[in-house]
């Protein structure tokens, strides 16, 4: 029999006075070496770890709504009474610690181990269960699926299969570290996957899938029943149709294996970058200081101009631009030409050549649902997998979630949109394995998404496609801005940099479904925002 802690681990101390806090206040303190946010919310004190445990950003700097804490770098939420993580990235909850009021002082106790995660508990297989749940992708989707699955108590076989050679992987980190190692951006180890049951086939490729028989078949000739079934295959990297796109050292980024080759061959080298969106531009920024030389191509006059606009897009410019990248905008390719099958050179239409010894392609994205051809599973025009706000496709037990899936955004009145940002593929992933179980439970996450450059974080929330107009606050020449993106009368999206909790903030009120007005973004006084 396993013993509890003991008095005599834990320690208690006086973290404030009664009056210091006011309900819907936090306050960050100190009990034996641990960083813990105490929040007062209708009178009660709650105390839960102060680190968020995606990247540990200070919760403290984050933005209180009710009880729960939202990460001001990430966005991930986090209840503040359970510690609970409600609102994604990351995939644990907080620890929790006793909190009590005594003639007008605050105690808070506090273990001898410092623990700034808590993963959530979660059932194993259990013998003799014979159900099986197939999650096809072995992204944040199919993981979130699994470990929701688990922490409900569903005791049958759960098979993540994944074309990767590797487990599930952070692979934001990709456009961002593009040598880091592979053991410190794996989202879970082997052994905690063995540990819950959660049995992992690498390097297997579905080709097609059958969903009257309820079996998939893989490209090795195997195959695999299923009782219910998660789409989550994500999307592939677009192509250049351009002559000499099929040189070897022309590279797309969507693996690990991707972004260790293009560190390795850019190095000392000629790299130019074709693509001025989110993947281009963190590329560009990475190679920075490790290319002999980086040039990017773009077809707009400037990056980002459709997604965060022409003046945020002119101010990142002018950031890569002072470390020596250079901009060819409102060009395209017409040709690669190279020597044995490698480029040497890149010509734009406008006949300018570069010279190159690696391309890398960042042009957008093309959902992976080619494997359902002939199968009768909707998808749209854009081959986005078609699903309900319970991420139920056309068939019954099949389930689709993340960048290949189109869905109901609730805060756009459930326009149908197709989204590929990592904390939407986790809330899909996680509603999915609920509506499994039966658990009806609809989608109702705010879409929230970040890039970094230059160790400069742009953080994003909202839906902009479509926006008529921005209103700035603080000075974007400056890199320190809010930026509001209206349509109409209503703020439907928000991004900033060096402005935080502000897009956080933003977050928060978009969730609890009340509208932001033209008004509110046009006053000079953001008193509305609650910003500290």
């Given amino acids: 029999m ?12 006086v973290v404030c006075l009664e009056s210091d806090l006011q309900d819907g206040q936090m306050k960050e303190v100190e009990v ?7 929040v007062r919310n209708e009178g009660k004190f709650s105390a839960v770890g102060g680190l968020c445990t995606h990247y540990g ?6 933005a209180l709504v009710g009880n729960r804490v939202r990460c001001p770098w990430h966005g991930a939420c986090f209840n503040t009474t359970t510690g609970d993580i409600e609102e994604y990235p990351g995939l644990d909850s907080l620890p929790t610690y006793k909190v009590k009021v005594e003639d007008g002082k605050v105690y808070v106790t506090a273990g001898k181990q410092t623990l700034t995660k808590r993963v959530k508990e979660m059932s194993c297989r259990v013998p003799g269960v014979c159900h099986t749940v197939l999650l096809i992708g072995g992204g944040p989707a199919s993981l979130q699926c699994a470990e929701t699955l688990r922490q409900n108590n569903y005791g049958g076989r759960i098979i993540i299969v994944t074309k990767d050679e590797q487990l599930p992987l952070d692979k934001t980190k990709l456009s961002k570290a593009m040598n880091i190692e592979v053991e410190k951006i794996l989202l879970r180890p082997s052994d905690f996957l063995q540990q819950h049951g959660i049995e992992v086939l690498k390097e297997k490729e579905v080709v097609s899938v059958n969903t009257e028989a309820k079996t998939v078949a893989f490209n090795d000739g195997t195959s695999q029943h299923y009782d219910q079934l998660l789409i989550s ?5 677009r192509a250049m149709q351009c002559p000499g796109a099929e040189m070897e050292n022309v590279k797309l980024l969507e693996s690990y294996k991707d972004a260790a080759g293009i560190y390795q061959m850019s190095l000392g080298k000629k ?3 074709i693509g001025t969106s989110f993947i281009g531009m963190e590329v560009a920024a990475y190679l920075s200081d490790k290319a002999a030389s980086v040039a990017v191509v773009g077809k707009s006059k400037f990056p980002y101009q459709f997604s965060l606009g022409p003046d945020i897009g002119k101010m990142t410019m002018k950031m890569l631009e002072e470390k020596n990248v250079k901009f060819y905008m409102s060009s395209d390719v017409a040709e690669m030409r190279g020597v044995k099958g490698r480029v040497k050179e890149i010509v734009l239409q406008n006949g300018d050549v570069l010279p190159a010894d690696v391309v890398i392609v960042g042009i957008g994205v093309i959902p992976n649902s080619h494997f359902l051809k002939g199968s009768a599973v909707e998808v749209d025009s854009r081959n986005a997998v078609v699903v309900d706000k319970f991420m139920k496709t056309n068939i019954p037990d099949v389930f689709a979630a993340g960048d290949v899936a189109s869905f109901p955004l609730c805060i756009r009145e459930d326009k149908r949109v197709q989204i590929g940002h990592w904390q939407l593929a986790q809330a899909h992933g996680r509603v999915a394995a609920l ?3 039966n658990k009806q439970t609809e989608l109702n996450s705010v879409p929230f998404f970040w890039t970094v450059l230059l160790g400069k974080s742009i953080r994003y929330t909202g839906y902009g496609e479509g926006y008529t107009d921005i209103v700035f606050k603080g000075n974007v020449d400056e890199r320190k801005f809010l930026a509001f993106y209206m349509k109409g009368d209503d703020v439907v999206a928000a991004a900033s940099l060096n402005f935080d909790p502000a897009v956080a903030k933003v977050a928060e009120i978009m969730a609890t479904g009340k509208k932001i007005t033209k008004s509110q973004a046009e006053s000079e006084d953001l008193g509305w925002l609650q910003l500290p």
């Fill in 32 to 38: 034996n070496h641990h960083k813990i946010v105490l």
């Fill in 233 to 237: 295959t994500g999307a592939r990297a």
């Fill in 435 to 437: 509506n499994m179980l």
């Fill in 2 to 13: 396993s013993m509890g802690p003991t008095q005599c681990d834990e320690v208690t101390e």
């Fill in 271 to 273: 790299a130019v970058i």
């Fill in 57 to 62: 950003a200070p919760l403290i700097k984050g």
